[in-house]
Nanobody, 121 residues
Framework: QVQLVESGGGLVQAGGSLRLSCAAS????????VGWYRQAPGNQRELVAE???????DYADSVKGRFTITRDNAKNAVDLLMNSLKPEDTSVYYC???????????????WGQGTQVTVSS
């Protein structure tokens, strides 16, 4: 089985910064696309940033220029650095990873448990 564990959420004032981290553990042969999503109460889960295995990046328009996604393949980890935070960034943030548990095996999608980010005005 594969687990994704997030850390780094919390309460921050508008204009501040936070770094979210996500570490994958378990039976892992390879990790393809990794990403961060968020979901506020009453809203659908939305993409924040993602990074395929070629290390290209894709960001939601609302976070471009403020958030940066990075990955450490050796540690099976992905971070999200969030700068210039705004109250509208308040949400539960989830990491997501596409994982193969063996060579030639299928790629399955795993989610972390979520971490709360609250930005006060």
């Amino acid at each position: 089985q594969v687990q994704l564990v997030e850390s780094g959420g919390g309460l921050v004032q508008a204009g501040g910064s936070l770094r979210l981290s996500c570490a994958a553990s378990g039976s892992i042969f390879g990790i393809r696309t990794v990403g961060w999503y968020r979901q506020a109460p009453g809203n659908q889960r939305e993409l924040v940033a993602e990074m395929p295995s070629d290390s290209s990046t894709d960001y939601a328009d609302s976070v471009k220029g403020r958030f940066t996604i990075t990955r450490d393949n050796a540690k099976n980890a992905v971070d999200l650095l969030m700068n210039s935070l705004k109250p509208e960034d308040t949400s539960v943030y989830y990491c997501r990873a596409e994982v193969a548990q063996q060579y030639g095996g299928r790629w399955d999608t795993y989610w972390g448990q979520g971490t709360q980010v609250t930005v006060s005005s």
